[in-house]
């Protein structure tokens, strides 16, 4: 098995953890939560920033000092409602008491102090339309350049309908040269709607020294240290993830691959 692909290694409790130390880069993390009612968890961010997604269920959480409320109205992430999420800064606590049962996805990236405590959506995050066609997918907006709630991560969700693509036209955004293009590490979490069917996840470069073709299945992660990335989504298959981006500048700049230059 691909090094890129990462499988959930339970079904219950955390059930992906993923470092930069384990993934051999520098600056994104991931972690996911599937709590029964009633159960939680509490970590500290460190060094990190730390976006905290409820993918799908309800929690009551408390973070950075103060009590948020409960989070969290999607019991089912196909529903394509707008996530209820919080901004922890780094060198703070937070708890989550899962008031249903639920996933919790926790995005992390090295912190500065530049932002306070915050909830970020439902309000302001609206299903978004992107490409067309087989092309055409629905965004989830959550913490991308246009919003300042963070010092490093930039995070989002697609939708895919089945038989379509996405990440599409395939793009690279793995060189430090702002504007051109800017160093981005990237972790999708990957669902699958029915929960047995699978997508595929492509990432290469230009030169072939990295070329894989994974096949991920619902709760996988793929790793994308490098190269362009794009996603299918088979015929039957609707395709969810959950994308967190970071590297040495907040900022969103890729190169289209030289194949698919000019598609839309």
Known sequence: MSYLLRKPFGTHGKVHEITPQSAGWRYVGFSLYRLRAGEDVHEATGAREVVVVMVEGKAAISAAGRDWGTLGDRMNVFEKSPPHCLYVPAGKDWQAVAQTDCTIAVCSAPGHGGHAARRIGPDGISLTQRGE??????????AMENEDYCDSLLVTEVFTPAGNWSSYPSHRHDEDDFPRITYLEETYYHRVNPANGWALQRVYTDDGSLNETLAVEDHDVALVPRGHHPCGAP????????????????????????????MM
């Open 235 to 262: 015929h039957g298959f609707e395709l969810y993830y959950l994308n967190v981006m970071a590297g040495p500048l907040r900022k969103w700049r890729f190169v289209t691959a030289p194949e698919v230059e000019g």
């Open 133 to 142: 066609g087989s092309n055409t997918r629905w965004i989830n907006n959550i």
